[in-house]
């Protein structure tokens, strides 16, 4: 399966298997991480274009779960569970929501630093408690508020991801 990141933005989708992510010191029972994701949702899109971006290793899979041609639900979830919350699916099959999604998505594009803070006993039951709030009222949130909250984050991962292209055994910026 091609991935979205791969349809979007012209990256070239890098065939990921388990032992990629082995000899990248991630779990190879867990990545490729497929996500599931509403990209009608402005505040959804912004943050997997982010992580999208941010994928130069191709530790991700990404599902458009609001796609017209969307079918792909993991088994144990719904279409109405994908959409109320975000959704993976581990290389081995597991079925995983909520903020433990974001936290393996961090890690697997290098931001060790916030899946670290997500598991702080302060932080890990305010996030747990917080995302279902946000999600329940993502749609709410203005646009150009989504803009401004992730802009530089967006223009930063993708110089970070224009550096990594490599092509032939010479990188381009």
Not at 12 to 41: H, I, M, Q, V
């Amino acid at each position: 399966m091609t991935s979205i990141r791969a349809k979007l933005h012209g990256i070239p989708d890098l065939g990921n298997t388990r032992y990629d992510s082995f000899k990248a010191g991630l779990d190879p029972t867990t990545y490729p991480l497929t996500l599931f994701y509403e990209s009608a949702c402005p505040l959804c899109n912004a943050e997997m274009s982010n992580l999208m971006l941010r994928d130069t290793e191709g530790h991700l899979r990404f599902a458009d779960v609001s796609a017209p041609d969307f079918t792909d639900v993991p088994a144990g979830a719904t279409m109405q569970d994908l959409l109320a919350l975000i959704h993976a699916r581990t290389a081995d099959g597991r079925v995983l929501k909520g903020i433990e999604v974001f936290r393996l998505a961090y890690e697997a594009v290098g931001l060790g630093w916030v899946s670290a803070a997500m598991r702080m006993p302060l932080l890990r039951p305010l996030a747990e408690w917080g995302y279902p709030v946000l999600a329940r009222n993502r749609h709410r949130i203005p646009r150009g508020f989504v803009r401004l909250l992730f802009e530089g984050a967006v223009r930063r991962a993708a110089e970070r991801s224009a550096l990594a292209r490599c092509d032939g055994g010479s990188c381009s910026r």
